[in-house]
């Protein structure tokens, strides 16, 4: 029998997910780690396991390919933290035009 806190201390402690406003899709990150990360259409590297929600841990057989990854991005999108990631906020809706009064 497993616990989600057992699930974790046999992870590698590390989760990831991409911050995709400043990936400039170069791809090296799914070379280095493919079973890391992925990319869109557009080349826009994502964190395959949990669809860029950095929730899901690293398995420890990847974290050297991941450190790698992270090492080599150029841009320093590439985000890490001992601790799932928080949901992220819903972006405030912009109103299509102003009017005068
Ligand atoms: S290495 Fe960095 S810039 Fe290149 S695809 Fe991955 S996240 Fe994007």
New binding site residues.
């Given amino acids: 029998m497993t616990d989600s806190k057992n699930d974790v201390r046999q992870s590698s402690d590390w989760f990831t997910k991409?911050?995709q406003e400043?990936?400039?899709?170069?791809?090296?990150?799914?070379l280095h780690a493919p079973a890391v990360?992925d990319?869109d259409d557009n080349?826009?590297?994502f964190g395959k396991r949990d669809a860029n929600h950095g929730t899901v841990p690293i398995p420890p057989e990847q974290l050297a390919a991941f450190k790698t990854?992270y090492r080599?991005?150029?841009?320093q999108?590439?985000l890490r933290s001992r601790r799932p990631f928080p949901p992220e906020k819903p972006a405030k809706p912009r109103p299509d035009h102003y009017t005068e009064s």
């Fill in positions: 991409i911050d400043r990936c400039i899709a170069c791809g090296l990150c799914a990360f990319y080349g826009v590297a990854a080599d991005c150029p841009v999108a590439i």
